[in-house]
């Protein structure tokens, strides 16, 4: 089993929402900052939300703000991304990760650098 692994995306119109799921296994969450992170066809790959290991402090990208939520159930070890009024420019493989020994303002930041942990991504398609 991976060590993080995506699910929840998929084909949505301009306006819906998704939610993702990021489930942890072989270690535990508690002790991780993690963040969601996408790459666009053509893009480098960017920070869209990160929370500390505690879910007292998150980073949003500017781009969705006021859209997504990022939250963390440490019980289940998982790591959700709510995705709301989902617009074309959403459209990307959308990537888990956690690290430790960061801040949320330096995971969100790293982009594809090296983290602890990566997902292998879940594609979220916003198309009408």
């Known amino acids: 089993q991976p060590p993080l692994v995506e699910s929840g995306g998929g084909l949505v119109q301009p306006g819906g929402s998704l939610r993702l799921s990021c489930a942890a296994s072989?270690?535990?969450?508690?002790?991780?900052?993690a963040g969601w992170f996408r790459q666009a066809p053509g893009k480098e790959r960017e920070g869209v939300a990160c929370?500390?290991?505690?879910?007292?402090?998150?980073k949003y990208a500017d781009s969705v703000k006021g859209r997504f939520t990022i939250s963390r159930d440490n019980a289940k070890n998982t790591v959700y991304l709510q995705m709301n009024n989902l617009k074309a420019e959403d459209t990307a493989v959308y990537y888990c990760?956690?690290?430790?020994?960061?801040?949320?303002?330096?995971?969100?930041?790293?982009?594809?650098?090296?983290?602890?942990?990566w997902g292998k991504g879940t594609l979220v398609t916003v198309s009408s």
């Open positions: 990760a956690a690290t430790e020994g960061r801040s949320v303002q330096g995971m969100c930041a790293s982009g594809a650098g090296s983290m602890d942990y």
């Open positions: 072989g270690f535990s969450l508690d002790y991780y900052v």
């Open positions: 929370m500390s290991s505690s879910g007292g402090r998150t």
